[in-house]
């Protein structure tokens, strides 16, 4: 790949910032630090948070925002005040709702998925084109990226690049179309039709599509013809300050795993829960706990609850207290959904729990790109979920080695290629690239 002229200035769109918090923050918050502190004059574009819908809220991030990233906000109408009204018991995080909730919410869906295609959250794009197109030509900016969730931002960088001379990068965190609730949406025909077009349009007009895992890119690739395929890029999520130096100290009597962030009732963690069990009744002597960190449905708390005792729920917590949280765990529990599609997703918190250098239980599949991190950095075990004796046996064999003070941690060097630094350095290789890749 041959080199350009060194980037000196981008614009980043994104929904999720500060106050925004959460996993959906952190690539971008601290890729713009990166980039800003790096000489490049950093550009963000985001809506107004009073016009915002964010399933976490964070007000700690403000703090680490660079100085030196200059941020503009946006102000449109929220779709989510109106169905805070109907709801009035809370609105569920998109794909996080069960049961009877989940059946009340059916007509909502219907009228999401064809009056706001893509997302409900689509209502700033009109200003926000209109404000990018101001920023860009008043800094003279040829350089934009933008990236989802939610897909509808990508929309805004379609409608720049076919009115402006600038070079797209859309950078996926998250499926559009293929994303694990997709079917409960309550789509027809013609507004799949329409949302799959869109979908395919921002593949076609990027001039790079970034994605966060090999199996999540080739997903995408399918969409397009092959000749398409070299605007196709792999820039995997990635932690920030160093791993932790937080030392594994001897302790005797107790031991906790700890699971950070979101959890859906597709998340199927029966299995884990039940090796804890196992755990609990081989070793009287040691108290074994699950500690939950996170925006959990209180639904999804309660059938948790009435069948486990091990468990307990501690709410959202602010990143920073997050990872002291996971840097004090004995052990880290990671779970995705038991859903199509999901082998080449990677979630964001995958990267935070290794640099915490704590062990990693994973449930999910073996031949996941998680797993196959996991594997690489020496981090921790995959299960999947019909191997609940060997995930029993592998919990109880944790807790004896920690209170033997045994326990292995991860590999330093493979963990390092996840340092953000390196994947600014891979987003800034792409920008100065003079060989864009085509459109059809």
Not at 293 to 310: A, F, K, M, T, W
Request: charged content about 25%; some cysteine.
């Amino acid at each position: 790949m041959s080199k350009g002229n060194p980037v000196t200035k981008v614009l980043i769109v994104t929904y999720y910032w500060p106050p925004s918090g959460g996993m959906a923050v952190q690539r971008w918050m601290n890729l713009a630090n990166g980039l800003a502190q790096s000489g490049v004059e950093v550009f963000v574009l985001t809506i107004d948070a009073t016009s915002a819908f964010y399933p976490v809220r964070d007000e700690s991030l403000w703090s680490r925002i660079d100085s030196k990233v200059q941020v503009t906000r946006v102000k449109a109408w929220n779709p989510f005040v109106l169905a805070k009204k109907v709801m009035k018991s809370g609105i569920p995080s998109t794909g996080f709702a069960s049961g009877e909730k989940e059946r009340r919410l059916n007509w909502i869906s219907f009228l999401r998925s064809h009056l706001f295609i893509p997302d409900p959250r689509k209502t700033w794009n009109r200003r926000a084109v209109r404000m990018a197109t101001q920023i860009l030509k008043e800094n003279q900016i040829t350089n934009v990226i933008t990236t989802s969730p939610p897909a509808s931002v990508h929309l805004i960088g379609k409608r720049l690049k076919r009115n402006l001379d600038i070079q797209w990068i859309a950078d996926f965190r998250d499926p559009w179309t293929d994303i694990f609730y997709y079917d409960r949406l309550g789509h027809s025909r013609f507004s799949r039709w329409i949302d799959l077009k869109l979908e395919r349009s921002v593949l076609q007009e990027a001039d790079w599509v970034v994605a966060v895992s090999t199996g999540f890119v080739e997903l995408l690739k399918q969409k397009l013809d092959q000749d398409s395929y070299e605007k196709f890029r792999v820039i995997s999520n990635g932690f920030d300050h160093g791993l932790s130096s937080h030392a594994y100290a001897p302790k005797q009597g107790q031991f906790h795993f700890v699971f950070t962030g979101s959890f859906a009732d597709s998340y199927q963690a029966e299995a884990f829960f039940d090796a804890i069990d196992f755990a609990r009744k081989s070793i009287p002597e040691c108290s074994i706990s699950v500690e939950v960190y996170g925006p959990i449905p209180v639904q999804i708390q309660n059938e948790i609850l009435e069948e486990y005792d091990c468990v307990t729920f501690h709410g959202e917590k602010s990143h920073s207290e997050i990872r002291a949280i996971q840097e004090q765990a004995d052990a880290l529990f990671l779970v995705a959904a038991n859903a199509r599609n999901y082998r080449g997703m990677v979630a964001g918190k995958l990267f935070e729990y290794p640099r915490a250098m704590r062990p990693i239980v994973h449930l999910g599949n073996h031949d996941s790109d998680v797993a196959q991190i996991i594997r690489e950095c020496n981090s921790g075990v995959t299960f999947d979920r019909t191997e609940g004796e060997g995930l029993a046996i592998y919990c109880e064999s944790l807790v004896r080695k920690r209170m033997e003070s045994q326990i292995s941690t991860a590999h330093v060097a493979a963990l390092s290629q996840y340092d953000r630094k390196n994947q600014m350095q891979t987003f800034l290789s792409l920008l100065e690239s003079a060989e864009l890749a085509g459109t059809d």
